[in-house]
């Protein structure tokens, strides 16, 4: 999201690693259309109902919107981003969609909930491990009504008044259970109102009662580590109960309060974070503006916290920074504030520059500035932002192979050289995956740009302000129209920071095999393939391709197959949303289909290469429909009993036999070809009478060579009947009813290649 986003916050490398292999947000693979409109370009505030933000789900939780192309994460697709959740896992509420294992099912029983009320219900609460109250934020239904209606509600707030009266600033008196409870039940009520009822003013009375009491708590101020878990809670507690507004001097309080040193040795770094949120999303709720124009002194709050703490840029809690000027530059918007943000902006923008240890700073002002106050965007210098961060931050150009250029934010030799390795000969796998026949007509996408930024955090940040895109996930593939001429596709993404000293790009299969599909597979632009249900596809392919190529067992896929969850014929109505049907359940079903019935499968895709999606989903709907249901439920048991352990392999072309490495056969292929600049690869091949067509293809590897066939002798580029001449090395010719005898073909050198698979099929 731009100027909207709120960024996560990230900790000491080992915490963060913690916490990542749980929640970061992931995508990072989808084209930019396949982006939920969690803010409006630039960076308005997300569209809500007129009852004002949605409350935020459990900590460390993400409604997702993409997958995770390597396994790991899954992305997030929220109202409003959430800030980073840095808390040991240990201390941290498991995310909603966690599974408790047998002994905690036992002691976390729904029906304590639904079925107690008044004290009974508050002691029980009480009592409860923290994750399992962290696991209601799942309830619908009667089970939602039964925990959450209003009498319930309001009968926790003013437990949570009575408890907070003598809160000892840790959670010997549970206090964390109750504001939970409460955060839990906001959030369900906005999501399935219906199956909790309204919420009024009784609710209101109790829950202001209980936040006065805990806010006026002497304790609520303590700055150590048992105190941390609790405040964060209850600051996003502020924005569940939508009273923004009220707490205003809570804000403020904690921004001023917060001293680097002292709050980040004792982990409360992210308890001052959910203030951002509750600021962003304030502007969503009735009488916020007002009440900032009423008592403008929050903007001097901001921005004395940005300048007191900007040493912290650069380093693990530069978000704060971040967030605090991101928040100060919203008030733009505001014409009746523009006087007094104006010079506040410009003084933190002036204290920064477009490169280097304060350029989340300088960002966070110019994208505010570009959607807010573009027409004095001199004023602040911040004019063509762009252009002036891309130049500041995205300095290494590398050429991979006429087809493949990658911009980079700080990647080394060595790292460019294996990233490039790793596209490059993913391009064979691709093909003999697909089984296609070459791009998709109208298209011209035969280059793709590689944009990798140096961590997650300068995704979030850089690509959002250079590209404009919504960046609340991890990464994207950015398609255009691809016939279009002059149209580059390129795709975002990120060094993994948590893998290292390993090197890793995340989602770096995942979001190129977005682009070959898109390229081989997929007629049109995304939106085009998108007018019926093809994300179990898109998806489910770029997982299967990553994983296999990669040759990585997708265990999250496997876990997910023994539960069952989803008919085969279900999968085919997937839509952006549930991370894990999205990617676990496309991948199996496209696992599925490929290898259990590659005939139907093929009949599919020759739909989807002429842009005939309706065509595709009657076949899928209609002539496959239901038939496939038991055999696939009984392919998801024998999937998740091993069967799946190992990854997937294509059959692949055997070698060419012959002596002579210029001889071609039926179904076999010369690998590793080369050949210098202006060179050739030359190769024949005997057709017997009668044969109906011949198919050469080259695939993978370095360098451009272009295919060349010539039915009467060898063939060169002044010497041929037809040729197959793109950008790389991805070329096809095929020869309907070719002469019976010997025929030739050549791979011309535009520019010298290696590593090129030549297939010969009749």
Not at 213 to 233: K, M, Q, T, W
Request: hydrophobic content about 40%; glycine content about 10%; some cysteine.
């Amino acid at each position: 999201m731009s100027p909207a986003r709120l960024l996560r916050l990230p900790q000491a490398a080992r915490l963060l690693t913690l916490f990542l292999s749980l929640f970061l947000a992931v995508g990072l693979f989808a084209p930019q259309s396949q982006a939920a409109p969690a803010a409006a370009p630039g960076g308005a505030p997300a569209p809500t109902s007129p009852a004002g933000p949605a409350p935020q789900p459990a900590t460390g939780t993400a409604t997702p919107e993409r997958g995770d192309g390597e396994g790991q994460f899954a992305s997030a697709d929220q109202r409003a981003p959430l800030p980073l959740d840095t808390r040991p896992a240990e201390v941290r509420p498991a995310a909603t969609s966690f599974r408790l294992g047998a002994a905690a099912e036992q002691a976390c029983t729904i029906g304590d909930f639904t079925g107690r009320t008044g004290s009974d219900l508050v002691q029980h609460i009480k009592a409860a491990d923290i994750q399992c109250v962290n696991s209601l934020f799942q309830l619908t239904g009667g089970d939602a009504r039964g925990a959450f209606r209003e009498e319930q509600m309001t009968t926790v707030a003013y437990a949570l008044r009575d408890a907070a009266g003598s809160y000892p600033g840790d959670n010997s008196t549970s206090v964390e259970q109750l504001v939970l409870f409460l955060r839990a039940g906001y959030f369900a009520q906005w999501y399935h109102p219906g199956d909790v009822g309204t919420y009024g003013t009784a609710l209101q009375t109790a829950i202001r009662s209980g936040l006065d009491a805990f806010y006026g708590s002497a304790h609520s101020r303590d700055v150590a580590a048992g105190n941390a878990p609790i405040l964060s809670e209850a600051v996003t507690l502020i924005d569940s109960a939508q009273e923004n507004v009220r707490y205003l001097p809570v804000v403020k309080r904690l921004l001023t309060d917060y001293d680097s040193a002292s709050w980040n040795a004792a982990g409360m770094a992210w308890s001052v974070n959910p203030v951002f949120t509750v600021l962003f999303r304030g502007h969503q709720v009735a009488g916020f503006d007002a009440a900032v124009e009423a008592d403008p002194s929050l903007l001097d709050t901001l921005s004395t916290f940005a300048t007191r703490n900007n040493a912290l840029l650069g380093g693990d809690f530069g978000v704060l920074v971040y967030n605090a000027t991101k928040e100060l530059g919203r008030f733009l918007k505001d014409p009746a504030l523009q006087a007094k943000v104006r010079p506040l902006a410009k003084a933190l923008v002036a204290g920064a520059a477009p490169n280097g240890r304060t350029v989340f700073q300088w960002a966070a002002v110019a994208e505010a500035v570009g959607y807010y106050d573009a027409a004095n965007c001199s004023y602040y210098g911040t004019c063509n932002a762009a252009d002036q961060l891309k130049a500041g931050v995205l300095t290494v150009n590398y050429t991979c192979s006429p087809s493949i250029k990658l911009i980079a934010q700080a990647l080394d030799g060595t790292q460019l050289g294996t990233a490039c390795t790793s596209l490059t000969g993913q391009d064979a796998y691709f093909h003999s995956v697909a089984k296609d026949k070459g791009p998709v007509k109208d298209d011209g996408n035969n280059t793709i740009e590689v944009v990798v930024f140096h961590s997650s955090l300068d995704y979030q940040v850089l690509a959002a302000a250079i590209y404009g895109i919504d960046t609340n996930n991890g990464g994207m593939y950015l398609e255009g129209d691809p016939a279009k001429a002059g149209n580059q596709p390129r795709f975002l993404c990120y060094e993994a920071e948590w893998a290292r000293p390993a090197f890793q790009i995340w989602n770096l299969n995942h979001e190129y095999t977005h682009y070959l599909d898109g390229r081989f597979d997929m007629y049109g632009d995304f939106n085009a393939g998108m007018t019926t249900p093809t994300v179990w596809w898109v998806e489910g392919f770029a997982e299967y391709v990553s994983y296999s190529y990669r040759k990585v067992s997708n265990d999250a896929a496997i876990a997910a197959a023994g539960r069952h969850t989803y008919k085969l014929s279900d999968l085919f109505d997937t839509a952006y949303g549930d991370q894990d049907r999205v990617y676990r359940w496309g991948y199996l079903a496209v696992r599925y289909m490929l290898e259990q019935h590659r005939s139907d499968m093929d009949a599919v895709l020759a739909k989807y290469r002429t842009g005939d999606w309706a065509g595709a989903r009657t076949l899928l709907k209609t002539t496959i429909g239901t038939r496939y249901d038991a055999d696939f439920d009984s392919w998801l048991t024998r999937c998740a009993n091993g069967a799946c352990a190992t990854t997937p392999t294509v059959p692949q072309v055997p070698e060419c036999t012959a002596a002579d490495t210029r001889v071609l056969d039926a179904g076999c292929a010369r690998s590793n070809v080369a050949a210098t600049t202006g060179n050739y690869a030359h190769f024949y091949l005997l057709v017997p009478a009668g044969t109906k067509q011949v198919k050469i293809t080259s695939s993978g590897g370095t360098g451009n060579g272009d295919l060349y066939y010539n039915p009467s002798g060898w063939a060169y580029t002044g010497s041929y009947a037809t040729r197959s001449a793109g950008p790389d090395n991805s070329e096809t010719l095929t020869v309907t009813n070719p002469p019976a005898g010997y025929v030739y073909f050549s791979l011309y050198a535009q520019q010298g290649f290696s590593g090129v698979t030549v297939t010969s099929e009749m």
